[in-house]
């Protein structure tokens, strides 16, 4: 297999423009005999809905929960990001493609990257448009702030709830055409497997969560919108149906895997309390643009905060380390995420960690307060302070926040060209589902960005160019002998698990398989640990398939579903590992300890590492063929990221 | 913390459910409700028993797929809190906990403790929405709108769509979570083109589709996890009444 990015010609600022201006259409009387199927209804999959639908497009739109506004996207909390300049600090496009490209430490592709920048604008007219209520100033226009690894403010936001707006925009976009017709909804349906037919994917088998039947649908092109595999650790900040198996089963019919082990650490997360735990809240990355993070300088301090002997509030100023502060003083505590979870992790492993369990560090607004006042502050932030209380059970305009890295994004995905198509001809990915735009490491605030472009402004015109070619093939018969292939593999993987009636819990492994991800595929990586991890996993999935219990019942089945979800992230867990063991370098989220500076600053490789890492799947338990898509840095200058 | 739990088990929409209880011991206080029942399904899949069904996702209070009625409280007792934010350091050691699914004719249950919701879908394709294209949109700050404004109507857009002000209405009434979407819009510039279409159509889908009227009481505003005021119905009415006389919806 031959990766080919399919870059337009011309200089940067032109590829876009060049590329709209050449790509086929589909007339008006054509789009009505082409059937397009969304599996997602995320920011990226609610988007492509959306305007699939406005152009005339036959659309079926699929997702897991009862709702298609529950999608993760959902729970978007900080911010999106645009290249609007309208706080006039210096901000523009090329500025916003060089800061996400920096951000990624050089190991994403320029062409989209910087077409991410070019439609970032539209993003924000368009969710005006739409009704979205974005934060504004009394003078009537739009608020920005400042996110991590930005000079400028360039995020808008809709109080702590950005990805909530963004996404009811998208759903009520999409609720229209729903109600117009061109778009049909099914909701409670798992996609389980893409049908293939001849070399191009032409539909997909879903499980209806409901009944527990399963079912075909065909159409001409399907695009996978299904939000990242973060969920492989157990523990992260995402939904507990957020998962990877429409990605994954789309790996295994032919579409390549893109830098799996790519993920990313949020520093800015309630810590772990207990092993009964289902899940990590996040606490917003724009906290810290007014907190200050901290931990005590002296190890024995921290020891007696631990032991619940002392409180946070009585260490005097000169006895707090802000070390981002002080060993990052141009970015101080607003340094890219991986940086800020690493130095912290580095703290805590060198004892000065705080909570009970050691693995905290202090997020503290009483500078803030002191500055602003509470209320601007509480304006600001507080629902955020009102969900850590709720949890933590203390008042952090009293007590600083405690905080720790939790695993909260993957930027790894599907391999997709610049028209976002895989590479199985029909089957296009977006949003975190693909491995697009964030290279090794995204900057807060542009997933959002991501997702609506990938839905609103790109798809709609790469998709139309692939769909030009398809206007004299008919609608698809489920009934061919591919679906039925399709459909009876899927049932037999369901009655595989069901047969096992094993002695441990879907939940208990999952558990077991997020310890080894964290321990040893987690922000800090080396190879003997990534060896040892693939050997492990290894040994989980043969239980797994030897030993899990999941009951058969009628209908409804919660725990089948996440066996299902399981069983793939037992084999996703081990490309990641792989992965990782490939990469001797440390670039972005991805930390290998042996290569770091004296200073314990992350040392790229870009000699031998430029590249992007693709993987072409040859049996479960099989090593994959790794293919390399080389990057090639002509619009920016490729330094050692540098935030002192 | 040791409790009994007794929960409404119902294997689908065709029989009828009942209580059946549990008795659940060493909960750590820390765990949150949903967390809780973790703890009983993994203990009810390794005894052989049908684990209990629920709806849930985020976890976080945001994505409203959570919503168990708690001790006759939807989500629970207290103020703007959603089921998965509940934490059972609020329950005392050794109480009897009674769980119920959303009970409203509007919400047929699926099994347990999930109902089906997409009667709150159906509202919102009426016309909750602007009915902008995608592209060809003017930019953002050509529409200036009053801050004020703007901050109500993000209020108001913050409803998550959960169905506890229709669980716990006597009547089944939808009004507040289809008058916070009207609002949303009618305190915008960009909603005003649409408005008085907007009200009559979403209203007119609300008495298809079989949610009761207002009758006023406003249980809705103070069992809504997310605050969401009971102005908003007013202002719907408002709006209501002044459309159907300048622009009465063509049938
Ligand atoms: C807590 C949190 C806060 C965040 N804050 C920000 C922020 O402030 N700014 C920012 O830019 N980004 C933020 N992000 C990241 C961003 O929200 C996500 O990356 C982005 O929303 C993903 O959108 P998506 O459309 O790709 O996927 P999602 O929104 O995750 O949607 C996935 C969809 O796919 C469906 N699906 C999945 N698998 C299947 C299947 N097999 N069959 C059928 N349907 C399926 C699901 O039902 C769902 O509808 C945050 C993420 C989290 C978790
Ligand atoms: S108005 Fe409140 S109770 Fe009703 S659906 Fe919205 S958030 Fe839930
Ligand atoms: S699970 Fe999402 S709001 Fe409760």
Request: overall charge neutral; proline content about 4%; aromatic content about 8%.
């Amino acid at each position: 297999m031959e990766l080919n990015s399919r870059i337009p010609e011309g200089p940067l600022a032109e590829k876009w423009i060049n590329y709209k201006a050449s790509q086929k259409l589909v007339n008006p009387a054509n789009k009505r005999k082409l059937d397009i199927i969304v599996i997602g209804t995320g920011l990226a999959g609610a988007s492509a809905a959306a305007s699939f639908g406005e152009m005339g497009f036959n659309v079926k739109v699929f997702c897991i929960q009862d709702s298609p506004r529950r999608a993760h996207s959902i729970a978007a909390q900080g911010g999106i990001n645009a290249a609007k300049n309208y706080p006039n600090d210096g901000d523009s496009v090329y500025r916003l493609f060089y800061d996400t490209v920096k951000g990624g430490d050089y190991r994403a592709r320029e062409a989209n990257v910087y077409r991410l920048a070019e439609v970032s604008n539209n993003i924000i007219d368009q969710c005006v448009a739409q009704g979205i209520p974005f934060a504004r100033e009394y003078s009537g226009l739009l608020a920005n702030r400042s996110f991590g690894g930005a000079q400028v403010s360039r995020t808008f936001y809709a109080k702590g709830q950005t990805g909530q707006q963004l996404l009811l925009g998208a759903y009520g976009a999409m609720s229209k055409e729903i109600e117009r017709g061109t778009v049909k909804m099914y909701a409670r349906r798992e996609m389980l497997d893409v049908v293939i037919v001849d070399g191009r994917a032409r539909g997909v088998i879903v499980r209806n969560l409901v009944t527990g039947e399963l079912e075909r649908h065909a159409a001409h092109a399907v695009v996978i919108a299904s939000g990242g595999y973060g969920r492989v650790f157990f523990l992260s900040t995402n939904a507990m149906s957020s998962n990877g198996s429409a990605a994954w089963h789309a790996y295994k019919r032919g579409a390549m895997m893109a830098n799996p082990c790519f993920t990313q650490i949020h520093p800015t997360c309630i810590p772990v309390h207990g092993d009964y735990q289902s899940k990590l809240t996040l606490m917003s990355e724009s906290l810290r643009n007014d907190g200050r993070i901290w931990v005590p300088k002296d190890e024995k301090k921290a020891a007696l905060l631990r032991e619940g002997k002392i409180k946070a509030t009585d260490i005097p100023e000169e006895e707090r380390d802000y070390y981002l502060e002080r060993r990052y003083p141009a970015f101080g505590n607003l340094v890219p995420r991986d940086v800020a979870s690493r130095a912290g992790k580095e703290r805590c492993d060198a004892g000065c960690g705080v909570n009970n369990t050691g693995r905290a560090v202090y997020l503290d607004f009483k500078e803030a307060i002191q500055r602003l006042g509470r209320k601007a502050v509480e304006e600001k932030y507080g629902n955020l302070f009102e969900m850590y209380e709720r949890i933590v059970d203390e008042n952090p305009y009293v007590t600083p926040m405690m905080i720790y890295p939790a695993v909260h994004y993957t930027m790894g995905g599907l391999w997709v060209d610049y028209e976002l198509q895989t590479t199985v001809k029909g089957l296009f990915a977006a949003g975190e589902a693909n491995f697009s735009d964030h290279g090794a490491n995204r900057l807060g605030a542009s997933a959002l960005m991501q997702g609506l472009s990938d839905g609103y402004f790109v798809l709609p015109y790469t998709m139309q160019n692939y769909l030009a070619d398809q206007i004299g093939v008919p609608r698809f018969s489920t009934d061919l002998p591919e679906f039925e292939q399709a459909e009876k593999e899927v049932r037999e993987r369901i009655e595989k698990i069901l047969n096992v009636n094993g002695t441990e819990t879907v939940d208990s492994i999952h558990k077991r398989l997020g310890h080894i991800m964290w321990e040893y595929v987690g922000m800090s990586r080396t190879k003997e640990g990534l060896e040892k991890a693939i050997g492990e996993i290894k040994k989980l999935r043969a239980e797994f398939w030897q030993n899990v219990k999941v009951p058969r019942l009628k209908g409804m089945n919660n725990e089948l579903e996440k066996a299902l979800r399981v069983a793939d992230f037992l084999e996703m867990g081990e490309l990641m590992a792989r992965d990782a063991l490939m990469r001797n370098e440390s670039c972005g989220g991805h930390f290998r300890a042996e290569y770091q500076t004296p200073d314990g600053e992350a040392m790229r490789d870009d000699v031998n590492y430029s590249f992007v890492a693709a993987y072409e799947f040859k049996g479960v338990d099989s090593e994959p063929v790794l293919h390399k898509e080389e990057l090639k840095f002509e619009n920016v200058e490729v330094k050692q990221r540098n935030y002192k | 913390m040791n409790l009994t739990l007794r929960i409404w088990r119902q294997k689908n929409n065709t029989v009828k459910g009942k209580f059946v209880e549990y008795h659940l011991d060493n909960v750590p206080k820390e765990a949150s409700f949903l967390e809780m029942l973790d703890i009983l399904n993994e203990q009810l899949v390794m005894k052989g028993e049908d684990p209990v069904t629920f709806d849930h996702d985020c976890r976080e209070g945001i994505c409203g797929a959570c919503g168990l009625y708690i001790n006759g409280h939807p989500h629970g007792k207290f103020k703007n809190t959603t089921t998965c934010q509940l934490h059972m350091r609020k329950f005392a050691d050794g109480a009897t906990i009674t769980v119920e699914p959303w009970r409203s004719a509007a919400f047929p249950v699926i099994k347990d403790l999930m109902v089906d919701r997409s009667s709150l879908d159906k509202l919102i394709q009426a016309g909750g929405y602007v009915s902008v294209h995608t592209g060809g949109v003017p930019d953002a700050n050509a529409i200036p709108v009053n801050k004020h404004c703007a901050d109500l109507s993000m209020d108001a857009a913050s409803c998550i769509g959960c169905g506890a002000c229709v669980a716990t209405c006597k009547n089944g009434s939808a009004m507040l979570f289809v008058s916070a979407k009207v609002s949303q819009f009618a305190l915008l510039p960009q909603g005003q083109v649409e408005a008085r279409d907007r009200v009559q159509k979403m209203v007119a889908r609300m008495d298809e589709l079989g949610f009761g009227n207002c009758s006023n009481t406003f249980a809705c505003e103070a069992e809504c996890p997310k605050g969401i005021s009971v102005t908003n119905i007013a202002r719907m009415n408002r709006q209501f009444l002044a459309a159907k006389i300048a622009e009465p919806l063509k049938k």
